[in-house]
């Protein structure tokens, strides 16, 4: 029974690994980079100026230009610059419609100046960030297809942790050039080595979105009010509507003062400033996330916009909020600095290893069954073509998003969508070269192009902006540097792996001509 | 895996089964479990909630596990659907107690 539980949770780990594996690649990959979603905005707008962040002359800034330019929105958002995203974001809404989503303006300002700022637009990380958790689709489905891949991903973790018996002997086995040998211990020394932050990577993503996704509890207690249940959650986001009445605003930077007050200092996030012309006028004052660990939504001080008073500080939030709160900090990474944000960094990618390292295996497994007739069945064809475009495609994709960044004019209109397009057909593209070509040759060449994409992104930054790796080392710009440092290592590790999937052709044949040979020999 | 051209139509027929069991009905007790802790556990009635949907999922995990480790597809969708009656009697019994 004991083996036949282990064997059980084999083929679950096998089949929930297959079919969710592609998108999980793409959702891991894609979330590593999220990591450094303020930095690659830095190099994708590279107009930005890095300034010493001041809190309290951005949000006068910013409060100036929405004055003059929003004076009867519904509702500001000041989202204040910190030292990783160098830009001062202001939106604003119209009108508020719970029933649509994102109608927003928003605009970068510098944070000196106060002018709008002239830089190219681009999505920069948040395309990936996005892409992440809503997968380019219409909302919500984008978000419920992640959590479900999510949740197939807790699974697969869980039985993969059953079905690998010697979990710590077999860390420390590695046997390397024995073909599927070295792709399993691989797969387990990655899988192994970051177990806690797979673990908490995949149960913090189910966290994130359980109102979505679990919501009978919150109908059940609430009678299906759920408005009734955030309301109690988040009280200080309950702000009073508007009555009409002209009002006249106070200067924000203070009560940002007496919010920090009230955190004995803590950093400022971002402003929301509720019927700003009107008496009813409310200032809501968010904590940073990289303030602590454990996040906290409703981390909140209230203000009266036209007399100041303060109306709601939110209270400390309790066991089972904080536990949510935790997941969300921990998934999320705010907090970390330079040296976490890069071992985060490093765990996604050995995240990202582990599926991919999977998905090798299990094409791998299947293909020597059929190495001997030579014909390979349809849907093992099919595997290998998403395996390539699912993996190497998707690298390829990635660094032509970076190219479609430096080249399209920057005064192209919608070039912020065509850069989002050219990354989809770049994509899409490599899909029909994966089924047009033979499976290894495929490899090879994705690999090898994705290489040179990324090698050449520093030089070409260096021919498209100033900002070379001279000028930025030399300024100490360590996200525009670090970018082009990465890129060129990363094609540094494709060319090394596209090498070496041209050497491994040249070998392989030689083993397999060998095997036949001693089997011929044990028969006569 | 053998080839699956080699599997006869009973087994396929097992495994859709079981893998409904898994996902619909791993996601009926998942609700439900959380619906009864919402109910049951002594706390604020918003932190008893987000109590019960942060643990909902390890009850949806442990019926997936369970759906494919046992033996048939008919132990699979018993072994899902008596815990979901008895947890539903339980929220029922907590539903019927909080409001006379």
Request: proline share 5%; aromatic share 12%; hydrophobic share 50%.
């Amino acid at each position: 029974m004991k083996e036949g539980f282990r064997q059980a949770m084999a083929w679950l780990h096998t089949w929930a690994g297959l079919i969710f594996g592609w998108l999980l690649f793409a959702i891991f990959l894609t979330g590593t980079l999220s990591y450094f979603k303020g930095e690659i905005t830095h190099w994708m707008q590279p107009e930005v100026p890095a300034h010493a962040v001041d809190d309290a002359r951005s949000v006068a800034v910013a409060q100036r230009y929405l004055e003059q330019h929003a004076p009867t929105a519904a509702r500001w958002f000041i989202g204040l610059p910190d030292s990783r995203d160098p830009g001062l974001s202001v939106m604003w809404q119209d009108k508020i419609d719970p029933g649509r989503r994102g109608n927003f303006i928003e605009k970068m300002l510098d944070p000196v100046s106060g002018e709008q700022l002239q830089a190219r637009e681009t999505m920069g990380g948040e395309f990936f960030y996005r892409f992440h958790f809503q997968l380019q689709m219409p909302h919500p489905w984008g978000r419920w297809l992640s959590t479900i891949a999510a949740m197939v991903m807790f699974v697969a973790l869980i039985t993969g942790i059953i079905t690998h018996k010697k979990i710590f002997k077999d860390f420390f086995t590695f046997r390397p050039r024995k073909g599927q040998r070295s792709w399993l211990d691989g797969h387990n020394a990655v899988g192994v080595l970051v177990l806690p932050f797979h673990l908490m990577i995949t149960y913090s993503s189910l966290v994130i979105f359980m109102t979505m996704v679990m919501p009978a509890s919150i109908i059940a207690s609430y009678d299906g009010d759920t408005r009734a249940f955030f309301n109690e959650l988040f009280p200080a986001t309950d702000n009073a509507p508007a009555l009409g009445q002209p009002g006249k605003l106070l200067p924000l930077a203070p009560l940002v003062e007496q919010a920090r007050a009230q955190w004995d200092g803590g950093h400022v996030g971002r402003l929301a400033v509720n019927n700003p012309g009107d008496v009813n006028a409310s200032v809501n004052v968010s904590r940073a996330g990289s303030d602590r660990v454990v996040h906290d939504f409703g981390s909140t001080v209230s203000f009266n916009g036209n007399t100041g008073q303060l109306l709601r500080v939110s209270a400390e939030q309790s066991l089972p909020m904080a536990i949510g709160g935790s997941f969300y900090g921990l998934h999320m990474g705010h907090f970390a600095g330079p040296l976490l944000r890069w071992l985060y960094f490093i765990c996604g990618l050995a995240g990202t290893a582990m599926i991919g390292t999977g998905l090798v295996i299990w094409l791998g497994k299947r293909q020597l069954k059929h190495a001997k007739t030579g014909v390979m069945p349809f849907e093992l064809r099919l595997v290998e073509v998403l395996n390539l475009a699912s993996m190497s495609g998707l690298l390829i994709a990635i660094a032509v998003f970076f190219w479609a960044n430096r080249l399209l004019p920057a005064t192209f209109a919608e070039r912020s969508d065509w850069e989002v397009q050219s990354f989809f057909i770049a994509w899409g593209l490599t899909l029909l070269h994966a089924m047009l070509r033979r499976c290894r040759r495929a490899w090879i060449e994705q690999l090898g192009l994705g290489a040179v994409l990324f090698m050449a992104v520093p030089l070409l930054n260096a021919l498209t902006t100033s900002e070379h790796l001279g000028v930025s080392l030399a300024k100490g710009d360590w996200a525009m540097a670090g970018f082009d440092l990465t890129c060129l290592g990363s094609g540094l590790f494709l060319a090394w792996a596209a090498w070496k999937m041209q050497h491994r052709s040249a070998v392989q044949p030689r083993a397999e001509r060998a095997r036949p040979l001693t089997l011929k020999g044990e028969v006569h | 895996m053998k080839s699956k051209a080699s599997l006869p139509l009973s087994y396929r027929l097992g495994v859709t089964s079981r893998l409904l069991a898994a996902v619909v009905g791993g996601y009926v007790l998942a609700s439900l479990a959380s619906v009864c802790l919402s109910f049951w556990l002594p706390l604020s009635r918003a932190d008893a909630v987000v109590s019960g949907m942060l643990s909902s999922f390890v009850f949806y995990l442990l019926a997936v596990i369970w759906c494919f480790a046992c033996r048939s597809a008919a132990r699979a969708w018993f072994g899902v659907l008596v815990p979901c009656a008895i947890l539903a009697t339980l929220a029922g019994l907590a539903y019927w107690m909080g409001r006379p």
